[in-house]
């Protein structure tokens, strides 16, 4: 983006960068000297280089590309996910994608420049599962960290200079309580002790790492802990190091194909309303204890929570005898990308309510079970999946907890809000990319959204959509817009397609909204404190509409400020459970035709040069200032103030005129 100007936020105060600190253009790229911001255009893609500072977190998010990783025996079943990383200038490598852990652990080679031992740390491990195996690792720090485009590692999309530490791996390690110190050749005597126990190489993943192969788990390198989480210290790689708001990962698109455009799937560093906008399941952390973990990152001082948060409300059918039994839990949950199965039992609590329902799950055993979860206002939220696989290992921790693995993230996007202590989910496929619904420009091109984009067609749009060509949202397909789009094409809703526009999200300057689906604005504006926006954008403001589609408007105002069209579907403002929410329709400008059966109970309202002809049903009251003809029925008071028309042989339930 040469010559491009930038606004940022620097310890909280607003500052024009090119005001403050000598521009110095080369190749495509605008280098701003004083402090280490680096923006550069690399094939269509921004290469971004932040040096972060507490409080002083960049605006707009980071987008870190992700990739689906199949088994070894199965090229369809993506059982792992991967994210390539590079330290300082070495060459970039896939390592999994972890947040089940706060670490980064990788091979690095012992001859990367301007990289350390961190001081006073030895070799030690660093356990996984029930602790009788992992990696025997060496503490590092070194001062810059890359991310790449797993698919085209050419150029970094980002590079985040600090203070980073990371773990270099020696071994891969198994204690003699481990059954992999029993199925694996192992060093004859153990390499070192932690803790009071004896551990002791895996030979073959040695002779990897000296070969310079992947180690314990081809084809990564090792680990890139994500968790939101620590109990280190030092400072750490973790993306929470990195940001003092939060990140998402979206993991739900693209598993084996490439049909949804931008980068799918994707860590998104940094939270925005736009983005928060995007998730209403929100499970703040609760009272968390921080023995033996940190209450802030280091690095970004950004919250820390624990393993497990919140107080999720689930159930759990599990096969007892012929039938299945449903056994309701509540308790914290840890979302694991690191974890292959569904659930993963990690507590006493749960095996004990378990066997009191009749069900035993065996030591490192599976099996096969369905869950729900359910309890947020938003029914939306309300998920169920059958046949799902559950596990345990043993030895489990006391508690009520519970891990779930990578197969929700595949079908769910899931957001960390470190500034608000929450954790939250969304069926949506969420990014905060920017499209075009113009094809051959310099962006994604994004103009029809069916099955194939995003999470089996649901697809979050946290960033703007713009372009001249139209947007089309076919059939059962679902997209919800939290941000303000500026394509200038019409908006296609086709018959069981849905739009939903929530906080900030807008198509006001869309030509004209086609609507034969379904069309939600009941969570426009601040219909969430914890998004952040500001409860002024509670309208959804639109130019033209038309279409046998139906609205919902919860406490909303839908404002059309150009008609020509017609609304031949049902508008209403009942929520889940039934109850009218006030909201209202307001017609700015242009004629309008209301053609409908509808039950909303707000105030409908036709401004000075507008006209409204009513041929169906309303149910609220109506406010004319311009001209309202009524052939249908009205069952509220019209009031007609000075300057306003009212006409037609429909039914009225009562006409007040105001004067002067």
């Known amino acids: ?231 280190d210290k030092t400072y750490i790689s973790a993306p929470a190091s990195q940001t003092k708001t939060g990140y998402v990962i979206a993991a739900n698109a693209n598993m084996g194909d490439s049909k949804t455009p931008g980068r799918a799937p994707c860590l998104s560093l940094h939270l925005t309303p736009q983005i928060r906008a995007q998730f209403t399941a929100l499970m703040p952390w609760g009272k968390l204890d921080y023995e033996f973990s940190m209450r802030q990152f280091p690095g970004s001082g950004a919250n820390a929570s624990n393993v497990h948060d919140g107080n999720y409300r689930y159930t759990i059918s599990v096969p007892v005898g012929k039938k299945k039994r449903a056994i309701d839990f509540r308790g914290p949950i840890l979302f694991d990308t690191g974890t292959p199965e569904f659930i993963y039992v990690d507590s006493d609590g749960m095996l004990a309510k378990f066997r009191s329902k009749g069900y035993r799950l065996e030591k490192y055993g599976d099996d096969t079970v369905d869950i729900k979860f359910y309890g947020f206002d938003d029914k939306l939220n309300d998920l169920e999946y059958d046949d799902v696989d559950i596990s345990r290992l043993s030895d489990e ?54 099955g194939d984009v995003g999470s089996v067609g649901w697809v979050g749009l946290a960033g703007n959509l713009s372009g001249q ?68 954008f509670g309208d959804a403001v639109i130019r033209d509409i038309s279409g046998g589609g139906d609205i919902v408007l919860g406490s909303r105002r839908l404002v059309v400020t150009a008609a020509t069209g017609t609304i031949g579907g049902s508008i209403t403002d009942y929520d889940d459970n039934g109850k009218n929410l006030g909201g209202g329709l307001v017609l700015a400008g242009g004629k309008l035709t209301i053609a409908g059966d509808n039950d909303y109970s707000g105030l409908t309202e036709v401004a000075s040069g507008a006209e409204m002809h009513v041929t169906g049903q309303l149910a609220g009251d109506v406010s004319v200032h311009g001209k309202l003809s009524v052939d249908g029925q009205v069952s509220g008071t019209v009031t007609v103030h000075e300057g306003g028309e009212l006409s037609g042989n429909g039914a009225i339930s009562a006409v007040h005129r105001v004067s002067r």
């Open 1 to 231: 983006m040469p010559g491009a100007y930038f606004t940022q936020q620097w310890n909280g105060v607003g500052m024009a960068l090119g005001a403050l600190i000598r521009s110095t253009r080369t190749e495509g790229c605008v280098i701003l000297r004083g402090r280490s911001v680096l923006v550069c255009a690399v094939s269509g893609l921004a290469l971004m280089t932040f040096s972060f500072s507490a409080g002083a977190d960049p605006v707009q998010p980071i987008g870190i590309p992700l990739k689906h990783v199949p088994s070894d025996d199965d090229a369809t079943d993506f059982n792992s996910l991967g994210i390539m990383v590079g330290v300082n200038d070495a060459h970039p490598r896939l390592y999994q994608f972890d947040t089940g852990s706060d670490l980064f652990v990788g091979q690095f080679d012992e001859a990367m420049s301007d990289v350390q031992p961190l001081a006073g740390h030895k070799p030690d491990l660093y356990a996984y599962g029930d602790g009788s195996y992992g990696y025997w690792m060496q503490e590092i720090q070194f001062g810059s960290i890359a991310y790449y485009d797993p698919d085209a590692p050419d150029k970094p999309v980002a590079v985040i200079p600090g203070k980073h530490v990371a773990g270099r791996i020696i071994d891969w390690v198994y204690s003699q309580g481990s059954d992999g110190y029993k199925n694996h050749k192992v060093s004859a005597t153990p390499i070192g002790h932690s803790d009071g126990v004896a551990y002791y190489a895996d030979m073959e993943v040695r002779d990897r790492i000296i070969h310079d192969q992947p180690s314990d788990h081809p084809p990564f390198y090792g680990t890139f802990g994500a968790g939101n989480f620590t109990d």
């Open 469 to 536: 060509g139209d947007f089309t949202i076919e059939k059962d397909s679902n997209v919800r817009m939290t941000a303000i789009n500026t394509y200038t094409g019409a908006t296609r809703i086709a018959k069981d397609g849905y739009l939903h526009l929530a906080g900030l999200g807008s198509i006001e300057k869309s030509a004209h909204v086609f609507n034969e689906g379904n069309l939600f604005i009941d969570q426009k504006g601040a219909y969430m404190t914890q998004w952040g926006v500001d409860k002024s």
């Open 397 to 450: 921790g006391s508690g009520n907890s519970l891990t779930i693995g990578l197969p929700f993230f595949q079908s769910n996007s899931m957001m960390f809000d470190l500034e608000n202590r929450i954790t939250a989910f969304t069926p949506y496929f969420v990014t905060a990319s920017g499209f075009s619904t113009d094809a051959g420009v310099n962006i994604p091109h994004l103009g029809v959204v069916n």
